[in-house]
């Protein structure tokens, strides 16, 4: 049998790199229990997200819900939406935002007053790095160029250091990974200020391949289930903010779709 894959990439900062081992760690000995083949011991950490969503052999992966929607190559299937407890997320339900950061010091005081300045963002396919940035930018643009310049940085992360450093002036950064950074790098996010915050939307899905079968999703979502209610595990899903899940498909990441409707109905189909 083809060795299987599993990746916890998205939020998976160093201090958070132990916490996601031992989640995978339980989530193994129930897939292996409930009959499960192939499952990997643990994460790979070598490889980039995006080409991990393209491996057939991906058994659990975290996936960024815009490209899910906006590009038909990507063939994932979504297993659950994770309910996370983090300063501005609603931890009633699946769904996040993200907040808009700029310099504590740069003398701006509205979103509007980023007109003409420079963004940047994480990945053009990012919801909450651009998708989210948009819906937030477009009732206000008033023309299809706010920006004077848009830099990609490569992680959220980037994007806070790029605006802390002046390389640019603002970004939108998911608040699952702010709170993150607020937490283990508070040096860093002290030097930023939250300008704005985007509409919610669901938070990013947990997927596997199009290929994996209807019994093996089955067992994935009573893992992540039996994870969420282990008390033995309630201090790293503390430390990732997890307080749940949502059994779901593709069809709970519509409102994604429909944030960037809105936007283009605005006159603002792409950020710049």
């Given amino acids: 049998m083809t060795p299987l894959i599993a990746s916890l990439g998205m939020y998976d900062h160093p201090a958070q790199q132990g916490t996601n081992d031992r989640i995978w760690s339980a989530i193994v000995r129930i897939l292996r229990t409930r009959g499960v083949e192939g499952v990997p011991d643990v994460l790979d950490r070598k490889r980039h997200v995006h080409d991990l969503w393209r491996d057939p052999n991906l058994l659990f992966g975290q996936a960024c819900g815009y490209p899910l929607i906006a590009d038909d190559s990507l063939a994932l299937q979504v297993i659950a939406l994770p309910i996370y407890d983090v300063p501005g997320s609603t931890s009633s339900d699946a769904t996040h935002a993200s907040v808009l950061v700029a310099r504590a010091n740069d003398g701006r005081r509205s979103l509007a007053d980023y007109r ?157």
């Fill in 116 to 272: 003409d300045t420079r963004a940047a963002i994480n990945d053009p396919q990012s919801n909450t790095g651009m998708n989210l940035f948009r819906a937030t930018l477009a009732p206000i643009a008033e023309t299809s160029v706010f920006f004077a310049s848009v830099v990609q940085t490569g992680s959220h992360r980037a994007s806070v250091a790029a605006v802390a450093a002046g390389d640019a002036d603002i970004a939108a950064i998911d608040t699952v990974t702010y709170a993150t950074l607020m937490r283990h790098e508070p040096d860093l996010t002290a030097l930023l200020k939250v300008v704005a915050r985007s509409p919610a939307s669901p938070t990013l899905p947990f997927v596997t391949s199009a290929i994996t079968s209807i019994e093996t999703i089955a067992a994935l979502r009573f893992a992540l289930q039996q994870v969420m209610a282990d008390h033995c595990l309630a201090d790293d899903r503390a430390v990732l903010g997890l307080a749940g899940i949502v059994t779901a498909n593709v069809d709970a990441l519509a409102p994604i779709l429909r944030l960037e409707q809105s936007a283009i109905r605005c006159g603002y189909p792409d950020l710049r």
